[in-house]
T-cell receptor
């Protein structure tokens, strides 16, 4: 059974810092790895989707990497802003459809 | 519509009552998913629809839970004889449904509170 772990559980940084969120998964036989953002009381917003054949994806200030062999993914956020404050969720896709196993999330606070 | 729409956004019910939660996916998305988010369990997969068929319903917690999808569009999740442990946010997501599991788009969820 796939298990996804995210470290740290919470992170507080000053505005402008570069930061890394970590995600590990126990079963390397994944189809993809997705990163989501969740604001309080809201649904999930997809940030980046990395297919199993890819090593990384970039969108603006966000970069996500995937190392299947070691069962790890990282989300790098450059030049953090207060608007980046949210919960970031990592999810491993073990099927050819969207059945995802989620981590518990990292609560990020970026203070001015 | 522009995004995945869910209703109601909030539902408070008494233990033992039945509830229905509705999801309207993005137009043209053939795949639809229900997930549940609770404090103790995090986000859990419930069921997957491709068109009107549900090839994977392995995440439904008990036979009190059922879901259907009609016209390849709207889906309803029904919980019968609700229990307090059913209290959670029920999230619906849709995707294009092409092979390879594309990007999932989530609604804002239906928060269910069972008293």
């Amino acid at each position: 059974k796939q298990e996804v772990t995210q470290i740290p559980a919470a992170l507080s940084v000053p505005e402008g810092e570069n930061l890394v969120l970590n995600c590990s998964f126990t079963d390397s036989a994944i189809y993809n790895l997705q990163w989501f953002r969740q604001d309080p009381g809201k649904g999930l917003t997809s940030l980046l989707l990395i297919q199993s054949s890819q090593r990384e994806q970039t969108s603006g200030r966000l970069n996500a990497s995937l190392d299947k062999s070691s069962g790890r993914s990282t989300l790098y956020i450059a030049a953090s802003q207060p608007g980046d404050s949210a919960t970031y969720l990592c999810a491993a896709g073990g099927t050819s459809y969207g059945k995802l196993t989620f981590g518990q999330g990292t609560i990020l606070t970026v203070h001015p | 519509g522009a995004g995945v729409s869910q209703s109601p956004s909030n539902k408070v019910t008494e233990k033992g009552k039945d509830v229905e939660l509705r999801c309207d996916p993005i137009s043209g998305h053939t795949a639809l998913y229900w997930y549940r988010q609770s404090l103790g369990q995090g986000l859990e997969f419930l069921i997957y629809f491709q068109g009107n068929s549900a090839p994977d319903k392995s995440g439904l917690p008990s036979d009190r839970f059922s879901a259907e999808r009609t016209g390849g569009s709207v889906s309803t999740l029904t919980i019968q004889r609700t229990q307090q442990e059913d209290s959670a946010v029920y999230l619906c997501a849709s995707s294009l449904g092409v092979q390879g599991a594309g990007e999932l788009f989530f609604g804002e969820g239906s928060r269910l509170t069972v008293l």
